[in-house]
Nanobody, 126 residues
């Protein structure tokens, strides 16, 4: 089992920026499928971004393309989500997730991930 610990959430005004981080345990991090998801109250969990740490290949939800950037520091076993131009509708609990193996075309399917972090809250005010 991979342990995931998120940090970096907080409150910001619309138009602002935040960066959330996810530190992962495990020796295979350099060849890992890592995703960021979010869940707002009363809504389903949705995929935000995904990265394969071996090649740096990334995927994004249409709602965040051009505003969010997922990246990885393999030396630190850490994946980041840089969020710019934040909007009130970005308010949610953000979770990172690990998948042992995942086709890139299905990166947004939460049920395909094996381990999850505890989440970090991001709140954007108008």
């Amino acid at each position: 089992q991979v342990q995931l610990v998120e940090s970096g959430g907080g409150s910001v005004q619309a138009g602002g920026s935040l960066r959330v981080s996810c530190a992962a345990s495990g020796s295979t991090y350099s060849r890992t499928c890592m995703g960021w998801f979010r869940q707002a109250p009363g809504k389903e969990r949705e995929g935000v971004a995904h990265i394969y740490t071996g090649t740096g290949t990334t995927y994004y939800a249409d709602s965040v393309k051009g505003r969010f950037t997922i990246s990885t520091d393999n030396a630190k076993n850490t994946v980041y989500l840089q969020m710019n131009s934040l909007k009130p509708e970005d308010t949610a609990m953000y979770y990172c997730a690990f998948a042992r193996s995942l086709s890139g075309t299905r990166w947004y399917r939460a049920e395909l991930y094996n381990d999850w972090g505890q989440g970090t809250q991001v709140s954007v005010s108008s």
